[in-house]
């Protein structure tokens, strides 16, 4: 299935504004700061939050496990740095083992309502409990208390047994709407996906797409633009 991009006008795409209202095209220009992609995808998503995109800081993150295979599934994003980006899991999750056989991996932001995509690959590495806590402390019960009796990626025979498993946990922290504090589960915590290739994507009329990239290198960071 083919689906226009931009304007929808026959000219040539540079010419074209796509669905992001921004007439100037993307360029390398635009990554600056250190580290160069941090100020441009702060405005990217701070503009998909304006834009009411629907959960716009979700994103596609693909890991490779010690077989070699690759996976991908959506998170939440619930950081960002200079030093990268950061979401949370458990670290026996299907995810976290292949993170732990293989601490290398992929995040793309697809803000397809707006035409713009960002892509960021690079290492992965534990944030430290500090940080967890902080955030673990920022979710609301229910949330705590759902990742509390979740055996992440485990099998399990019944949406009824899961239930069950989500009742006894409330019922332990003193119910489901108010009672003590949650702590934060064993092995369950927070990645930093630390970026050298941070890609951003703009669309365009007949597919003359945009795409401005910012690598890590032993000398500081290339800007370079890629072809569509």
């Not at 026959?10 to 504004?17: K, L, N, R, S, V």
């Not at 930093?192 to 009329?205: K, S």
């Not at 597919?207 to 072809?227: F, I, K, S």
């Amino acid at each position: 299935m083919r689906v226009g991009y931009g304007s929808g006008a026959d000219g040539p795409g540079d010419g074209a504004a796509g669905a992001d209202g921004v007439r100037a095209n993307l360029d390398p220009s635009w990554l600056t700061g250190d580290p160069p992609w941090l100020s441009l995808f702060e405005t990217w998503l701070a503009e998909a939050i304006a834009a009411r995109i629907p959960e716009p800081n979700a994103m596609v993150l693909g890991t490779v496990d010690a077989q070699g295979r690759p996976a991908t599934r959506t998170v939440l994003c619930k950081g960002v740095s200079e030093a990268g980006i950061v979401f949370f899991t458990g670290y026996d999750s299907q995810k976290g083992r292949a993170i732990a056989a293989n601490p290398h991996a992929s995040a793309t932001f697809p803000w397809i309502a707006l035409e713009r995509q960002v892509h960021f690959r690079g290492r992965v590495v534990k944030v430290d409990s500090e940080e967890t806590r902080r955030y673990w402390e920022s979710r609301p019960r229910g949330s705590q208390l759902s990742a509390f009796a979740s055996a992440q990626s485990q099998p399990i025979g019944s949406r009824a047994e899961l239930e069950e498993a989500a009742a006894a946990v409330a019922e332990r922290f003193g119910g489901a709407d108010e009672g003590e504090p949650v702590p934060v589960p064993p092995g369950w915590g927070g990645y930093r996906l630390e970026p050298d290739v941070v890609e951003f994507w703009q669309g365009r009329a007949n597919r003359l797409h945009n795409r401005a990239c910012a690598v890590r290198t032993a000398d500081g960071w290339r800007l370079e633009r890629l072809q569509p």
